[in-house]
């Protein structure tokens, strides 16, 4: 029995889908296809899609900021990574709202 992988790109807005037979095959089949992509993007004046940033803005109230420098400073983190941590830990844990 062959099995065949389908693969596709996340966090962009156009759908990109490669495949393959053996992890050598589905390699070659994903630089195919990003490449086509943005061969085809470029030919229609279209600028790709890329990836997230990895950079949001909130705009919170005061105070749930101030709760969250303390939290950060209590466990000794910056804001920054203190926030990463417990957006990480709620999309990973199903704990989402």
């Known amino acids: 029995m062959l099995l065949t992988v389908v693969g596709r790109l996340s966090d962009i807005d156009d759908?990109?889908?490669f495949h393959g037979s053996t992890?050598?095959?589905l390699e070659t089949a994903f630089h195919e296809s990003v490449n086509h992509y943005i061969e085809v993007s470029e030919r229609i004046n279209?600028?790709?899609s890329k990836p997230?940033?990895?950079q949001i803005i909130l705009q919170i109230p005061p105070e749930?900021?101030?709760a969250?420098?303390?939290a950060a400073e209590v466990s000794g983190k910056s804001i920054n990574q203190w926030v990463s941590e417990v957006l990480g830990k709620a999309v990973h844990c199903g704990n989402a709202f």
């Open 46 to 48: 279209q600028q790709a």
């Open 23 to 25: 992890v050598d095959e």
């Open 15 to 17: 759908i990109i889908v």
């Open 68 to 70: 969250i420098a303390t």
């Open 64 to 66: 749930i900021h101030s």
């Open 52 to 54: 997230f940033s990895g």
